[in-house]
Every structure is written in structure tokens, then in C-alpha cells.
């Protein structure tokens, strides 16, 4: 079935790097958008970046811009997120989502821990 | 880009209808037909209800419709059901080709 599978979260200190990855499945991946969207403990649904499908379209939030970096490899239909310059406000977690206005698949989730 | 407001929070019985309200600007919900939402438990990940405004994708229960007029956009669920609990988060895309959240409703069933 279609499924989306994230990986990569964990903890960090503030300042470092972390990757994030975004499995796909089920589906014929390198034909839609794709998104990663980000939920801090007890708030709401931010949207961190989107890509088209064949990646040459990009773009970030404003809160994340010039740190992360959105890229998909459609070989391997992955779509990943590299996070760098981390802060304590970039706690979350993060979902990858499949995007054609609306975002109508999406994974469960992987949490990003940024502390000292 | 502050997020689109929602109320934080709205209530209701069960067989009744409630209606949750999202307002953004002309950047946003009053200039795209982009408009989405979403109902989130507790410990899981959204899922869509309502796209391109009023669209209802498979499988979502009949009871739920959206609108918009001006800037806002609303979203009414009808025959309220335990089930409903959730928070609901609305979504637009932008004059800038990004894409912006509302800050969410917790609805409760009561």
C-alpha cells in the first residue's frame, strides 16, 4: 500500500547537523511533489520545505531557510532533509508528506531532539 | 508568515454541527482555492478532510464540508461524533509558493 517512512531523528546538540531520510512506497514516486512538515512538542503543524518531482523546484520557510536542505533521490525513491545549524526551537517532529495540493500521504513521523 | 487563526478551541454534542473558522489574508486563503484541511489525534499523524477548499477525498465521511468567503475559510462537520475528537488544522498555499499552517482547533465532543 502507499506508505511514506521516516528515519534520521534523534538528539543533537545545538549547533550540529542531523539528516533526515523519507521512504516511499506503493506509489510511483518521482510523480508527485513532496513536503516535510514539523510539529514541536505541543504545538501545531509548521511546513519546512517542498520539492517538485523532479527536484528542481525548492522551496523553505523562513524560519529554516539557509540551514536546511531539501533533496530527493528518485532512483532510490527517497526524499531527505538536511538539517544544519541546529537550535533548540528546531525540536520536533518531522513528517515527511506526499504533495499534490493536498499533502494526502503521510508518514508517522520521526522526532529531532536539539539540546545541550 | 504568521500562521492563519483558527479558534483554539470548539465544542460540541453529539448529532450537532460545529464549524471551525480559519482566516488569513489575500496572500493566502483569499487568493488560492488551495485550501485544506486536516484532523489530527492524539500521537498521530494528519490526515486530510477537506482540499481545494470543498473537495472531499474518498473514504472521508460526507459529514464534513468546507467553504470559503473573502480571507476565511471554514470547515463544518455535521451529526457531531465521538469519534470527531481531534484537532483540526487548516492550510493554504501562498502568493509565494510556500505553504502556511493555521495554529489548529482542539474540537471536543461532549
Known amino acids: 500500500q502507499v506508505q511514506l517512512e521516516e528515519s534520521g531523528g534523534g538528539l543533537v546538540k545545538p549547533g550540529g547537523s542531523l539528516r533526515l531520510s523519507c521512504a516511499a512506497s506503493g506509489f510511483t514516486f518521482s510523480d508527485y511533489y513532496m513536503s516535510w512538515i514539523r510539529q514541536a512538542p505541543g504545538k501545531g503543524l509548521e511546513w519546512v520545505s517542498y520539492i517538485s518531482s523532479s527536484g528542481t523546484t525548492i522551496y523553505y520557510a523562513d524560519s529554516v531557510k539557509g540551514r536546511f536542505t531539501i533533496s530527493r533521490d528518485n532512483a532510490k525513491n527517497s526524499l531527505y532533509l538536511e538539517m544544519n545549524s541546529l537550535r533548540a526551537e528546531d525540536t520536533a517532529v518531522y513528517y515527511c508528506?506526499?504533495?499534490?495540493?493536498?499533502?494526502?500521504?503521510w508518514g508517522k513521523g520521526t522526532t529531532v531532539t536539539v539540546s545541550s | 508568515q504568521s500562521a492563519l487563526t483558527q479558534p483554539a478551541s470548539v465544542s460540541g454534542s453529539p448529532g450537532q454541527s460545529i464549524t471551525i473558522s480559519c482566516t488569513g489574508t489575500s496572500s493566502d486563503v483569499g487568493g488560492h482555492n488551495y485550501v485544506s484541511w486536516y484532523q489530527q489525534e492524539p500521537g498521530k499523524a494528519p490526515k486530510v478532510m477537506i482540499y481545494d477548499v470543498s473537495s472531499r477525498p474518498s473514504g472521508v465521511s460526507n459529514r464534513f464540508s468546507g467553504s470559503k468567503s473573502g480571507n476565511t475559510a471554514s470547515l463544518t462537520i455535521s451529526g457531531l461524533q465521538a469519534e470527531d475528537e481531534a484537532d483540526y488544522y487548516c492550510s493554504s498555499y501562498t502568493s509565494s509558493s510556500t505553504v502556511i499552517f493555521g495554529g489548529g482547533t482542539k474540537l471536543t465532543v461532549l
Open positions: 508528506a506526499r504533495d499534490q495540493h493536498p499533502m494526502d500521504v
